[in-house]
């Protein structure tokens, strides 16, 4: 079975930063694009970034390029996002989806839970 | 960026009786591979999206056959034919072709 879990997610100060990780399980992460997704609370989704199956490739929504960096450790099954320079804007459940395999995120077929980021004085 | 637009913003609709939620895309979603990158996700309310429907019409596993998606180029459309009351939630268009990948403002889908 497909599990994803999200965990990191914390009350941080503007400027501060964090780390996201997304422990992946049922299936090789190694295969596969991943996604992070968000949605601020009451909102819809808004893309985050996503990264190659093989990790050659990382793309970004222009609201976090720059800022935010996504990983992987196909070793760890994980998929990582780490945070720089937070906004009271980033305040979001953060969501790990699972792209397509051996693919460029064609879709995003499973799901995690989501973990909370409050950036917040 | 490629702009997703969802009609309508929310939907009531009767037990029983046919839904739809159009999505239009601000330029063609064909990819150079010859695929069109577009699904279609379900958020019920307290959980996370579920995909059910890729590249236009393709249902993911386990998903009714009640749901379908049509369309091509930059008109699509998700249908229900008939409405249960598990169907109670947010629908999500997505594209996939191009960076950024964009999603639909959501339709709300309530029963009357």
């Known amino acids: 079975e497909v599990q994803l879990v999200e965990s990191g997610g914390v009350v941080v100060q503007p400027g501060g930063s964090l780390r996201l990780s997304c422990a992946a399980s049922?299936?090789?992460?190694?295969?596969?694009?991943m996604h992070w997704v968000r949605q601020a609370p009451g909102k819809g989704l808004e893309w985050v970034s996503l990264?190659?199956?093989?990790?050659?490739?990382?793309y970004y929504a222009d609201s976090v390029k720059g800022r935010f960096t996504i990983s992987r450790d196909n070793s760890k099954n994980s998929l990582y996002l780490q945070m720089n320079s937070l906004r009271a804007e980033d305040t979001a459940l953060y969501y790990c989806a699972r792209g397509d395999y051996r693919g460029s995120g064609g879709h995003a077929d499973y799901w995690g839970q989501g973990t909370l980021v409050t950036v917040s004085s | 960026d490629i702009v997703m637009t969802q009609t309508p913003l929310s939907s009531p609709v009767t037990l029983g009786q046919p839904a739809s939620i159009s999505c239009r895309s601000s330029q063609s979603l064909v990819h150079s591979d010859g695929n069109t990158y577009l699904s279609w996700l379900q958020q019920r309310p307290g959980q996370p999206p579920r995909l059910l429907v890729e590249?236009?019409?393709n249902r993911f596993s386990g998903v009714p056959d009640r749901f379908s998606g049509s369309g091509a180029g930059t008109d699509f459309t998700l249908k229900i034919s008939r409405v249960e009351a598990e169907d109670v939630g947010v629908y999500y268009c997505m594209q996939a072709t191009q960076f950024p990948r964009t999603f639909g403002q959501g339709t709300k889908l309530e029963i009357k």
């Open positions: 049922g299936f090789t992460l190694d295969d596969y694009a």
């Open positions: 990264i190659n199956w093989h990790g050659g490739g990382t």
């Open positions: 590249r236009i019409s």
